[in-house]
């Protein structure tokens, strides 16, 4: 499954060479040049990690990057031409994960990637939705003590989704990830799915309160917190 990175960065040229050699290297891959529209395209192609430039068109990296950390769930790498020790202090204190000042050597950039994809990877064993227990280790999902019976592409499904929990996951991407489709077939096989799991899990399927349509968009989970 690759790991999905957004470029925000104003200077076409390098924005270029980071995109084509990163998914060379195996990543998948969005690009804005302004900071208009960060936000949006956080929530919808849900990236693992973020690289953000500090000098943009609009709104600098320090403003959005405590926008893109809303809820500390995004890692954010900055990137800027500025080398002051106050600028890298002031990036890494309001929340983000590394700084690579400008130029930089891209296999040390690809280096300090992998590192912050390493600490902030989300380890998901066991959800609750409502009054359902899910436990991925054990493929065993229950609702008050009695077995839900689900697929094992149910638990993918809602795997994949739990992972990216609070994200809009595209229906393209379900099918490309969970069911293992090179290109978007004209098939409604994620919506069957999803239906199917409301049956089983949701109180009333009706009015679901965690697994969400977005229409136009695709799906995303909503878990039930703890306390």
Same mark, same amino acid.
């Given at each position: 499954?690759?790991?999905?990175?957004?470029?925000?960065?104003?200077?076409?040229?390098?924005?270029?060479?980071?995109?084509?050699?990163?998914?060379?290297?195996?990543?998948?891959?969005?690009?804005?040049?302004?900071?208009?529209?960060?936000?949006?395209?956080?929530?919808?192609?849900?990236?693992?990690?973020?690289?953000?430039?500090?000098?943009?068109?609009?709104?600098?990296?320090?403003?959005?990057?405590?926008?893109?950390?809303?809820?500390?769930?995004?890692?954010?790498?900055?990137?800027?031409?500025?080398?002051?020790?106050?600028? $890298?202090? !002031?990036?890494?204190? =309001?929340?983000?994960?590394?700084?690579? *000042?400008?130029?930089? %050597?891209?296999?040390? &950039?690809?280096?300090?990637?992998?590192?912050?994809?390493?600490?902030?990877?989300?380890?998901?064993?066991?959800?609750?939705?409502?009054?359902?227990?899910?436990?991925?280790?054990?493929?065993?999902?229950?609702?008050?003590?009695?077995?839900?019976?689900?697929?094992?592409?149910?638990?993918?499904?809602?795997?994949?989704?739990?992972?990216?929990?609070?994200?809009?996951?595209?229906?393209?991407?379900?099918?490309?990830?969970?069911?293992?489709?090179?290109?978007?077939?004209?098939?409604?096989?994620?919506?069957?799915?999803?239906?199917?799991?409301?049956? $089983?899990? !949701?109180?009333?399927? =009706?009015?679901?309160?965690?697994?969400? *349509?977005?229409?136009? %968009?695709?799906?995303? &989970?909503?878990?039930?917190?703890?306390?």
């Amino acid at each position: 499954m690759k790991k999905r990175i957004l470029i925000v960065e104003d200077d076409q040229a390098l924005a270029r060479v980071l995109a084509d050699n990163l998914r060379f290297s195996g990543y998948d891959v969005a690009h804005l040049d302004d900071g208009a529209e960060v936000v949006t395209k956080v929530r919808t192609f849900a990236p693992d990690l973020v690289l953000l430039d500090v000098m943009l068109p609009n709104k600098d990296g320090f403003s959005l990057l405590g926008l893109v950390r809303q809820g500390g769930r995004t890692p954010v790498i900055m990137l800027t031409a500025r080398d002051q020790k106050a600028d $890298k202090l !002031e990036g890494l204190e =309001r929340g983000a994960d590394d700084y690579v *000042t400008k130029p930089f %050597d891209f296999e040390e &950039l690809q280096a300090r990637i992998r590192a912050v994809l390493r600490r902030a990877r989300k380890m998901v064993v066991r959800i609750s939705l409502g009054d359902a227990e899910i436990d991925f280790e054990a493929f065993k999902a229950t609702r008050h003590g009695k077995d839900l019976k689900l697929s094992r592409r149910e638990f993918d499904l809602l795997l994949y989704l739990a992972e990216r929990e609070g994200a809009v996951v595209p229906r393209s991407e379900l099918l490309r990830e969970v069911w293992g489709f090179p290109e978007e077939p004209a098939t409604r096989a994620v919506d069957y799915a999803i239906r199917r799991l409301r049956m $089983k899990i !949701e109180s009333d399927s =009706r009015q679901p309160r965690h697994i969400h *349509t977005v229409h136009g %968009d695709g799906y995303s &989970l909503t878990l039930t917190q703890p306390g």
